[in-house]
Every structure is written in C-alpha cells, then in structure tokens.
C-alpha cells in the first residue's frame, strides 16, 4: 500500500474543488491546473498550489497531459485524479500518468480503453450473460449488409459512434429511406468528435428509461454496487435530473441489475469507481456501455448511502480494501439532482453565456449545492455550461421533490439563462411525480411555452397571496379579532418577494 500525500486534479471548476474537499478533510495537498479563462476560479484560489497550463482552449491547456505530467513531477505530487470529462477516459493518460511512477486515480488504462469502445465493451462481457439492446457486435462496413440488418431489427434504429458520448455520433432511423444519410451523419459527427468514424447499430427503444448502477472496487478481489440513479430526463441524449433510487425498480431488479453491474465490472478487471449504464424498457433491462470515471451525478449516491465516493477512491488508489461489503449498504431516504446549465429552455436549450451578475445559493436542511462560481464571474464559452449541481435529500422521494422546488425557488441567479425553470416544470409536472416517466419526457412533456404558462401561474398565486394579506390587514384594522388562516406555502413565497 502506498500513502498518498499530495494529488493533482487535472480539471476544472465545481468537480476538482469537489475532489479537494475530501482530499484536504484526509490531510492530503492539493494541486490546481488552470486554463487562463480560469485564472480567478474559486477550485484555483482553493488549493494548496496552483499552476497554470495555457490558454482557455481545453486543447490549449486542460486536454495537455504531457504537461500536466511534467507539473506532477516537479511538484511531487503522488497522485492524478482526473474527475470527469477532459482526459478522465483517456487509456493512454492513464498509462502515461502510470509510467511516471504516479498513481492514477481511477482503473488501470486497459480497463478504460475496453470499456471507451462500446463495440469492444460489448464484446468484453459477452461471456458474462449480460443482456445486450438487439444490434451488431461490429463498425458497419457494408451499407447495404447494414440496411438487411436494420430491417430484420426492426426500425426505428439508432446509429451509434463506437467511441462516442454524450448524444455525439448518434441518429434514430425511422425508415430505410433515410438509413444511408443518416449514417453519413453519424460518421462525420463521430469522425469529428472522436476521431473515430466507427459506428454500429442498435434497436431503438422510443421510450425506456436510462438506469444506471453505481460500482465500486478495490485491487484486493472486492467489487460491490451501490445501488442505481434514474437518469431519464435528459435533452439531446444528454442528462438534466437524475435521482436515486429509482422510482419503478423492485427490489428483486435492483439485485438482478446490481449484481449484472457487478459482472461488467469484473469483465475487465476493474477497479475503482465506475457505473454501468442500462436502458430498461418493458420490465427487460439492457446493457449501454460503462462509464470509467466518477459521474457527475454520483453526490445522489453518496447522499442516499452516506458513503463520500472520492474517499473511497483514494483509499482504493492508496492500495486499501474498500471499507464496506455489499451487505453493509441501504438505501436511506430519497435524493435528486439538477444541473443547472448556462443554458436557455426557451430556446431549445442553447448555452447562454455571460456574467453572473447575482448569483446567491440555496441553503437549508437536505440542501447540496456543488458549484464553482461566484458572483461577478463570466461562464466560459470554451468549456462545459454548468454552473453547478443542486441536489436535495429527503425521507422520501415527495419529500426530495418539495425541497428541490423549494430551493430552486431561492436560487438566485441574474444575468443570464438557466435550467432552473425547467426543473421546476418538472417537478410541478404529474408524469414525473408519479414516477411514469421515460426519457421521452421532454419531446412529450416540454415546450418553451409551459414555462410560460407555469411563471403565469405562479404569479397569479403571488398576487393573490399579496390581495389576501392586504385584505386581512384592512380588516385587522377594522376588527383586531379577526382570525387568521394563512397559507404557510404562500406565506413563505411572498416573504421572498419583500
């Protein structure tokens, strides 16, 4: 086992102050990179040193692993950890970072590079009975063999990069007609994004929902799951709120579909924290691909089980077994995540940058807020638009609901667009109250006109809030013995307002 007494976090803004958070609450140093966009950050000003690698361009300075490398070494630093995003799922920076005689906090890079090809991941597990979506196992080469194969699919079809993420690299197929311009889509959108135009096909599921489980392992034999997060209301293929539990799995399903994570997970020799995504449709669960990296919404996780993931990490990179068996863990209470993106719902949620010119956070009881702004603050254009991450705890899941409303309500934020009033239409909307929801929630649910409608309902609430206190303070004054029966809810809004 090797002590760790200084780590680098090779990223940006709320994830790398969230990683030395816990890294100083261990009496562990912290190093900073920073790209000058990000000069006066609050994750630069946090650590206990701070280095500069270039200019805003992620290429030009966060994306620099040579660099970054070269900073360890004069620095001393024992160990990287590379959040999510940037070099997070890079095989060859966790060699390089391996080689130079540090430790990479994450799995060793050949499990990466398994896992980062979905084709490869696929073939990687099919010894482990793993249910897989109806698709092909290899890159489409044939374009005529591929549209026989669609068609004994069954359309509609989804197009998939191999190396792809978030979205990129994806197109459903509704019909053969247009199977060949979609798949030139996929190609260059693939080729462009990941420098990898392989892509594959899958059947296409129009409305299940994106379940994920929580692994984590240690070197020593020890893989356990950490239950699942419901990610299903997403834009753009990409995630927006995410909650755990779920609000639909059994008991028996959440066993069948943690162990199942369990076999991904060993499949390649994993170790560390990851999470093997599912798309469950019809009572029938599917393998998706591996994320081999921390998620940006593992804090649900950690607030349901009581277990701070980034700890376990380094505890697991130090050499350590993990600290708790799987029958050690409980589900306890009910957590839900917003990312509140720089971005416009009204808009077809187009990034909207600019300055924070108000910027005042929620507090209170089952209240988290993961952020790294400040007031004052420009969003960069170059990265990533979220702002933070704002996650609400409850004893149940109506009661995590209540406080996110609550507490979106008291996030303060002026000067440009947010997710805010999306995820309080969604709150307030019954398919999500109910749990009866899929990740067709915004292409059935939302239009930029229901934020209208929802803000011309709460002002009306307002306003008759105001005319009945108005009215109850004329009569008060006329008759000191009239009763009050205010409306606790009510009284809390119109006390923002004064």
């Known amino acids: 086992m090797t002590k760790i007494n200084k780590i680098l976090i090779a990223n940006r ?4 102050l969230r990683v030395m958070r816990t890294a100083k609450s261990m009496g562990i140093k912290t190093v900073a990179v920073y790209s000058e966009a990000d000069r006066n950050s609050p994750h ?27 900073y360890c070494r004069k620095l001393n630093v024992d160990a990287v950890h590379p959040g999510y995003g940037f070099l997070s799922e890079k095989a060859e920076f966790a060699q390089a970072v391996t080689d130079a005689g540090i430790i990479f906090i994450g799995p060793n890079p ?48 989804l197009i998939k990069a191999a190396a792809g993420g978030g979205g990129k690299g994806m197109r459903a197929v509704y019909n053969p007609e247009d199977f060949e311009e979609q798949m030139k889509t996929a190609v260059n959108e693939a080729t462009s994004a990941f420098g990898n135009g392989s892509v594959f096909i899958e059947k296409f599921f129009t409305s299940p929902r994106h379940i994920e489980i929580q692994i984590m392992a240690d070197s020593h034999g020890n893989t356990v799951y950490m239950f699942e997060r419901e990610c299903s209301v997403q834009r753009r293929h990409q995630k927006v709120i995410e909650e755990a539990p779920s609000a639909i799995l059994t008991p028996e399903m959440r066993k069948m579909m943690g162990e199942t994570a369990v076999n991904v997970a060993e499949s390649c020799n994993y170790v560390g924290a990851g999470t093997v995504e599912f798309l469950y449709n019809e009572g029938n669960f599917y393998f998706l691909e591996m994320n081999t990296r921390l998620q940006v919404e593992h804090p649900v996780t950690e607030l349901i089980t009581g277990i701070d993931l980034v700890k376990e990490q380094i505890l697991v990179a130090e050499g350590k077994v993990l600290s708790f068996k799987q029958e050690d863990l409980k589900i306890n209470g009910h957590a839900i995540e917003l990312r509140v993106y720089a971005e416009d719902p009204g808009n077809d949620f187009l990034p909207d940058i600019g300055k924070l010119q108000k910027y005042k956070k929620p507090e209170g009881p089952g209240v988290r807020i993961d952020d790294g702004f400040e007031q004052g603050m420009d969003i960069p254009i170059y ?26 309500d008291d996030y303060e ?44 309902s709460e002002t009306e609430e307002i306003a008759a809030v105001i005319a009945s206190r108005l009215f109850k303070q004329t009569h008060d004054k006329s008759n000191i013995k009239i009763a009050s029966t205010g409306n606790a809810k009510s009284a809390w809004k119109l006390n923002r307002l004064q």
């Open 13 to 16: 803004g709320e994830i790398a």
């Open 44 to 70: 630069v000003r946090y650590a206990d040193e701070a280095v500069l690698l270039g200019p805003p361009p992620s290429i030009e300075s966060y994306l620099l692993g040579d660099k970054i490398i070269d």
């Open 110 to 157: 050949e499990a990466i590079r398994l896992m980062g090809d979905k084709l490869q991941a696929k073939d990687t597990v099919k010894d482990y009975n793993i249910p897989m979506i109806p698709g092909t196992d290899k890159a489409i080469t044939d374009i005529e063999k591929a549209k026989d194969i669609a068609k004994d699919i069954g359309y509609p079809i």
């Open 383 to 408: 990265y990533d638009p979220m702002i933070s991450k704002m996650c609400t705890f409850g004893r149940n899941r109506e009661e995590a609901i209540e406080k996110m409303k609550l507490a979106i």
């Open 413 to 456: 934020i002026v000067g440009i667009e947010t997710t805010l009033s999306f995820g309080k239409f969604v709150m307030n909307h019954d398919a999500f109250i109910s749990g009866n929801y899929s990740t067709a929630f915004v292409s059935n649910y939302f239009t930029p006109e229901s934020l209208q409608q929802d803000n011309s």
